[in-house]
Nanobody, 121 residues
Framework: EVQFVEAGGGLVQPGGSLRLSCAAS????????MSWVRQAPGKGLEWVAA????????SYSYAVKGRFTISRDNAKNTLYLQMNSLKPEDTAVYYC??????????????WGQGTQVTVSS
């Protein structure tokens, strides 16, 4: 069974930093591209960033490019998201997924509990 456990969220002031982690199990982690998506209150899922299975290529949404960094440790089956220069509009629940962009797959349904990030003064 595919499982994700996201952690590392919290309340942070604008301009602050957080590092999210996602522990994955139930599939061969090193064979899958991985991504982070987020859902702000009252809005749909938004793709944030993705990384290839080997970690040799990454991609970011325009909203977070230059501020967030996605990385992975295949030995630990863990995905990370380093978030710097946080803005109030980054407030959302953050999820990881074993797809480059799960928001375009209508039947993708492997979601963890997510981790809440709140950016507020």
């Amino acid at each position: 069974e595919v499982q994700f456990v996201e952690a590392g969220g919290g309340l942070v002031q604008p301009g602050g930093s957080l590092r999210l982690s996602c522990a994955a199990s139930g599939f061969t982690f090193s064979r899958f591209a991985m991504s982070w998506v987020r859902q702000a209150p009252g809005k749909g899922l938004e793709w944030v960033a993705a990384i290839t299975n080997r970690g040799d290529s990454t991609s970011y949404s325009y909203a977070v490019k230059g501020r967030f960094t996605i990385s992975r440790d295949n030995a630990k089956n863990t995905l990370y998201l380093q978030m710097n220069s946080l803005k109030p509009e980054d407030t959302a629940v953050y999820y990881c997924a074993n797809r480059w962009d799960p928001t375009i797959e209508l039947d993708y349904n492997y979601w963890g509990q997510g981790t809440q990030v709140t950016v507020s003064s």
